[in-house]
């Protein structure tokens, strides 16, 4: 599956897909559009465990104050679905999604 790389400048509400109940194609290349491997590189991404305890703090809180922020843990979440064989989008993905979309603009 080919990802076009979607840059938080300029991004809508409308670019959010729905939240499905499972990680169905859409909602994966909205997860996958924002390159969390360049933000925190191939090594630390791949490390589906490190990943989880980096961003604990925040699957507590949702205490993401940007657009990237939030993007980055769907991003990480949807990565961290596929590692364990997780077809389910969980209530902190959905949650993710549902705070990005009343960030954006209409």
């Avoid at 169905?24 to 360049?38: I, N, Q, T």
């Avoid at 922020?69 to 991003?75: D, T, Y």
């Avoid at 549902?98 to 954006?104: E, T, V």
């Amino acid at each position: 599956m080919e990802i076009e790389r979607i840059p938080s400048r300029g991004l809508k509400r409308d670019d959010v897909p729905s939240t499905p109940e499972h990680w169905d194609e859409p909602f994966v290349r909205f997860a996958l559009s924002f390159d969390g491997y360049k933000v925190l590189g191939d090594e630390l991404a791949s490390a589906c465990n490190l990943v989880k305890e980096l961003f604990a703090k925040h699957r507590k809180t949702l205490d993401v104050s940007s657009t990237d922020g939030l993007r980055m843990l769907l991003f990480y979440e949807q990565r961290r679905a596929r590692w364990l064989d997780v077809p389910e989008v969980d209530d902190y993905s959905k949650a993710i999604a549902d705070r990005l979309r009343k960030r954006l603009p209409k």
